[in-house]
T-cell receptor, first 112, second 113 residues
C-alpha cells in the first residue's frame, strides 16, 4: 500500500527566503507525482506534474525534482512571498487508474 | 476554458439524511474522481469514474456511492449521514483514463449536525 509523507508539517520563513518542501513515498512504482497548493477552505490548485520518467519540472519560481528510486520529491520555491502562504500537498499516481495518494501536506507561512 | 465546477458549495444536513453532490469536469475530460478531505484523515480517495463506469473505489462504506452521466458530469451520494461524514468533498477531472494531470474543483463543504 502506497504511503506518502510530507515533512515538516508546518514551516515559517521570512519573505525572500527560499522554500524547500519534502515529499517521500514508499512504493516507487508510480506513473507521476503532482504538487498542489491549497488555500484555507478552498480546492487544490495544481502546481507541477512530474512524470515518472522525468527528473525535474520547472514553472516560474517553482522547481520540483523527483528521485523515483529513493521515493523522494522536493519542491523548491525561490524568493518566497507572503502570497505563497498556503498548504502544499504532494500526491502520487500509482498503477490503479487515476487514484492519487496524498501526503498530509506542509503548511507554509511566509512572514513579511 | 472553464474549470471544474462543484455544486452546491456548502451543505448542512442532519444525521440520517442523505445528500447528493454534483461535479462538472473540464470540457473534454472524461475521468472524474472524488476525494474526501478531513482534518484528521487528510485527503482520501473515494472513487473514480470513466465513461460512466466506476474504475476504482476507495475504502469507504457502501453508504458512499456515485455515478457518471454520458456528458461526463458526475454525482456522488451519501446515505444515512453520520457526524463523521462532515468534510470537504473534492472532485477532480482528468482527460482520460491514462495517468493524466488532475484538476480539482473548489469542493463542497458538508456539515452534518
Amino acid at each position: 500500500k502506497q504511503e506518502v509523507t510530507q515533512i515538516p508539517a508546518a514551516l515559517s520563513v521570512p519573505e525572500g527566503e527560499n522554500l524547500v518542501l519534502n515529499c517521500s513515498f514508499t512504493d516507487s512504482a508510480i506513473y507521476n507525482l503532482q504538487w498542489f497548493r491549497q488555500d484555507p477552505g478552498k480546492g487544490l490548485t495544481s502546481l507541477l506534474l512530474i512524470q515518472s520518467s522525468q527528473r525535474e519540472q520547472t514553472s516560474g519560481r517553482l522547481n520540483a525534482s523527483l528521485d523515483k528510486s529513493s521515493g523522494r520529491s522536493t519542491l523548491y520555491i525561490a524568493a518566497s512571498q507572503p502570497g505563497d502562504s498556503a498548504t502544499y500537498l504532494c500526491a502520487v499516481l500509482g498503477a490503479a487508474g487515476n487514484k492519487l495518494t496524498f501526503g498530509g501536506g506542509t503548511r507554509v507561512l511566509v512572514k513579511p | 476554458k472553464a474549470g471544474v465546477t462543484q455544486t452546491p458549495r456548502y451543505l448542512i444536513k442532519t444525521r440520517g439524511q442523505q445528500v447528493t453532490l454534483s461535479c462538472s469536469p473540464i470540457s473534454g475530460h472524461r475521468s472524474v474522481s472524488w476525494y474526501q478531505q478531513t482534518p484528521g484523515q487528510g485527503l482520501q480517495f473515494l472513487f473514480e469514474y470513466f465513461s460512466e463506469t466506476q474504475r476504482n473505489k476507495g475504502n469507504f462504506p457502501g453508504r458512499f456511492s456515485g455515478r457518471q452521466f454520458s456528458n461526463s458530469r458526475s454525482e456522488m451520494n451519501v446515505s444515512t449521514l453520520e457526524l463523521g461524514d462532515s468534510a470537504l468533498y473534492l472532485c477532480a477531472s482528468s482527460l482520460n483514463a491514462a495517468n493524466n494531470e488532475q484538476f480539482f474543483g473548489p469542493g463542497t463543504r458538508l456539515t452534518v449536525l
